[in-house]
Nanobody, 126 residues
Framework: QVQLVESGGGLVQAGGSLRLSCAAS????????MGWFRQAPGKEREFVAA????????YYANSVKGRFTISRDNVKKTLYLQMNSLKPEDTAVYYC???????????????????WGQGTQVTVSS
C-alpha cells in the first residue's frame, strides 16, 4: 500500500507558474504508474497527466499539453507537476494518484488508479 501527500498549491496570477509535489510512502513507488487529476468547483474530476513507472512515457490532457510537465524521482519517491502559463480555468483541487497494475504503461482512466492523495488547491486569478 502507498500513501500520497500533495503540496505546492497556492494562489497565482494568470500567466504564472507553480510546481506541485506528491510525496509517496511505501517500498514500491517505482513500480507504479502515477497520475495527476483535478476537480474544479461544480465539475467532475478530470485527468491532467500521467507518467510511466520509469518516467520514460508521459501522457497529457489536451487542455494542459505544452504548459504542464509531469515528472518523477523514484529515489525520492516523489511525483511532480510543473505548471506554466497558468490560466484561470486551471483553478481546481489537484490530486495525485497511483496505479499498481504492472500491465499498465500510462492511463487517463481514473478508475484504474488505486491510491489517491488528499489534494492541494490551485487558484489562478485573472
Amino acid at each position: 500500500q502507498v500513501q500520497l501527500v500533495e503540496s505546492g498549491g497556492g494562489l497565482v496570477q494568470a500567466g504564472g507558474s507553480l510546481r506541485l509535489s506528491c510525496a509517496a510512502s511505501g517500498r514500491t513507488f517505482s513500480s507504479y504508474v502515477m497520475g495527476w487529476f483535478r476537480q474544479a468547483p461544480g465539475k467532475e474530476r478530470e485527468f491532467v497527466a500521467a507518467i510511466s513507472w520509469s518516467g520514460g512515457i508521459t501522457y497529457y490532457a489536451n487542455s494542459v499539453k505544452g504548459r504542464f510537465t509531469i515528472s518523477r524521482d523514484n529515489v525520492k519517491k516523489t511525483l511532480y507537476l510543473q505548471m506554466n502559463s497558468l490560466k484561470p480555468e486551471d483553478t481546481a483541487v489537484y490530486y495525485c494518484a497511483a496505479d499498481e497494475d504492472s500491465t499498465v504503461v500510462v492511463t487517463a482512466n481514473q478508475d484504474k488508479y488505486d491510491y489517491w492523495g488528499q489534494g492541494t488547491q490551485v487558484t489562478v486569478s485573472s
